[in-house]
Structures are given as C-alpha cells and as structure tokens.
C-alpha cells in the first residue's frame, strides 16, 4: 500500500478508505455500476477509437470515467494521469506520446494497478515499442510529492473523473500546477453540479462512490482556479449525467449533474475576463489528429488557415503552450481594446462534442 501521506488523517483518510474499498471489492466491472457517472462515454473520439481496440479487454471493463481526456499533440510529452485504475488511458497516452514520452499513473487502489502493471509488456508489444514508456505508482492525488512527482516535470495532467472523490480537491490542484512544467496543460472530464452538495448526498457511501456525492459545484471550482492563479479556463465538452437508480434519484432530489471536459494551462499572464488587443491566432493545420480543424474549447474552433480575432488568453494558450508550434499569432498586448466577448465557460451547461471528434 502506499505511504500515507501527512494530511491522510481523521475523515481524509476515513474518505480515501470508502473508495478504495468501492473501486477494490464493491466494484468489479462498469456493470455494477449505478449510474452513467463514472461510465467511460460511448462518444470516444475517432482518433482514439483504433487505440482503445488494441488495449487488453480487461484494462477496458474495468476501467470507469466519465470523458475522454485525451488532449492533442502529445507527441514525446511527459503525461501524468491522476486516479488511473487499471490503466485504460494510460496506454491510450502511451501510444500517443510514443517511444521518445513518458507516462505516469498514480493511483491508491491496489486491485486496479495489478490489473494494469500485468499488462504492460504485452501492451507494448501491441504498441511496437521496443522499451516501456509507462510506470505506474501507488499514491494519492493531493500528494503527488510522496509518489515522487517532482516540480515542473509533466508536460500534461489528464484524470478521467477521479478528482470529485477527492476529500481535499484544493490540495489536489495545487499539486496539480506544483508538477506542470510553465505551458503545461491540465486537461480532465469530471462530474460538476450546479449547486453545492448538500451533506447528506456528500456522506452517502455509493453515491460517493459512484462519483456523485463529491461533484464539484461549477462556480466554487472556478473560485478555486482563481484562488490558484489560474484565472481562465475552457470548457471542450458538456453532457447531463443521468441518475438511473430510484433510490439514488430520490436522494440527490433536484441537483443537475454534468459530466465536462476541462482544460486549464499553467500561464502566468492570464487575466479574470477575456480582454481585447485585437491580437489574430491563425492554426496551421500541422497536427495529424486535427488538420481541417483543431478545437480548443466550446467557443473556438480554429478552421485550418483561416485568422480569427481572440482574446489575449486565448492568444497566450495557442502560442505560449506546445501549440505555439502549430499557430501563427499576430499582434501583441500593447494596445487595449477594452472586453472581448469569449464565452462564458462553465456557466453553459448545452451538452457539446469533443474535440477533433
């Protein structure tokens, strides 16, 4: 078992337990399951479909999320996926990323990191690859230091609907901008509310479990980000999370679940509200996943060649992160045009495709 890491006490540590014993013995494929929650979605992109069919079928029923969090462009990066279970987008990653990247899984369950350490030659096999590029480590997300995450040393946080079981999320996104390297991409599906859960539904076991009771409410996230420093961030995709159970259904009562892909970056020059320099960010079509188009959230769609006016923080997003490599921006911030109207991010809860889908 891992180290127990400092905070890990009182009700920390009593939480971490309830879900581990949930995911470890209550749980032994996505059909015990009572919601849609912590269900991997069918929608999974085109571009990782191919992937998914050459990855163990054990990993695969095992494995519970809510998203697809697999970003663009991760060609010889340093991937971290927090709460990796038994390894599903792992190895989605690691065939990504390729031979010359590294990708690390963290997690607290020991049943699920059996499941993926046993498959790694054979999936390396599958993959070509002639020396692993994936390790897997028993830990905790609010402390990755004691996993033995350094500073600044991951290009890409990805975790597929983990953080909302987390007893002290602050601590985990904390950690979160601790490890990336400056430009580097935290990119999660999660369940949000929209309203703060009342304790009832919070102390409820299976609706803890089945990632429910710990849903973070949209606007103390966005307050935590900002409490961080990271003052923007976009949402790629939104779908309404369905409650099948009776009992369940009664107990959460009128709060609205939603299942969202997030992505944040770790900048240093974002500011609370998207404002106007009359700065223009052309995508060159240079990425194999997305040549036509890349999205990089649910209000900017980059068609290929073509300019399109943004807002300095998307400015600094596609040209200060590994994008810049695919974007021509042009202008600069010395020139004030007042507010720009760039969406309003979690507060529009229509569902929306993934990117590149």
Known sequence: ?????HSDTGNNALAHEAIREYYGKVIQSK???????????DAIPR????????????IVSKFYGCGSPIPQDLDGCTVLDLGCGTGRDVYIASRLVGESGQVIGVDMTTEQLDVARKHTDAQMKRFGFNRSNVRFLDGYIEDLATAGVEDNSVDVVISNCVINLSPDKRRVFSEIFRVLRPGGELYFSDIFADRRIPEAVANDQVLRGECLGGAMYVEEFRRMLRDLECLDFRVVASSETIVRDPRLKSAVGAIRFFSKTIRAFKLDDLEDICEDYGQVATYQGTMTECLTHFTLDNHHDFVAKKPMLVCGNTASMVSKTRFGRHFEVTGSRNFHFGAFDCGSGLREDEPTGGACC
Do not use: G
């Open 1 to 5: 078992m891992p180290q127990v890491p």
């Open 31 to 41: 059909d015990d399951l009572k919601t849609s929650a912590c269900c991997a979605s």
């Open 47 to 58: 571009r990782l479909r191919d992937i998914v069919k050459e990855i163990e079928p054990e």
